[in-house]
């Protein structure tokens, strides 16, 4: 599976961004999706993951009700709603790709690379 997010730049405390996550393979449709992000000088923190049929998702306390996470019919996308942005959420976020619906990033198999979202004050 191959990943590839998209989105980020920069926006003002309040603001808004959808980051996507184009998703190519054949098996793509098989994989539980996750979003992460890495602060500079901080370790990489969940976000959201979404279930393969999109019915179930899960989110980070600290992003509950202001993000939100999807994914198309054909599964070949998956996107992140950021809306209220905050400064603290200021980081490059990753798509991942992993067999079980989880919040370890130990578990996802297939990782993109990253696209920074900056919030400013």
């Known amino acids: 599976v191959q990943l590839q997010a998209s989105g980020g730049g920069l926006v003002q405390a309040g603001g808004s961004l959808r980051l996507s996550c184009a998703a190519s393979?054949?098996?793509?449709?098989?994989?539980?999706m996750g979003w992460f992000r890495q602060a500079p000088g901080k370790d990489r923190e969940f976000v959201a993951a979404i279930s393969r049929s999109g019915g179930s998702t899960y989110y980070a306390d600290s992003v509950k009700g202001r993000f939100t996470i999807s994914r198309d019919n054909a599964g070949n996308a998956v996107y992140l709603q950021m809306n209220s942005l905050k400064p603290e959420d200021t980081g490059v976020y990753s798509c991942?790709?992993?067999?079980?619906?989880?919040?370890?990033?130990?578990?996802?198999?297939?990782w993109g690379q990253g696209t920074l979202v900056t919030v400013s004050s």
């Open positions: 393979g054949r098996t793509s449709r098989s994989y539980r």
């Open positions: 991942a790709a992993a067999t079980a619906m989880t919040s370890s990033p130990m578990s996802y198999d297939y």
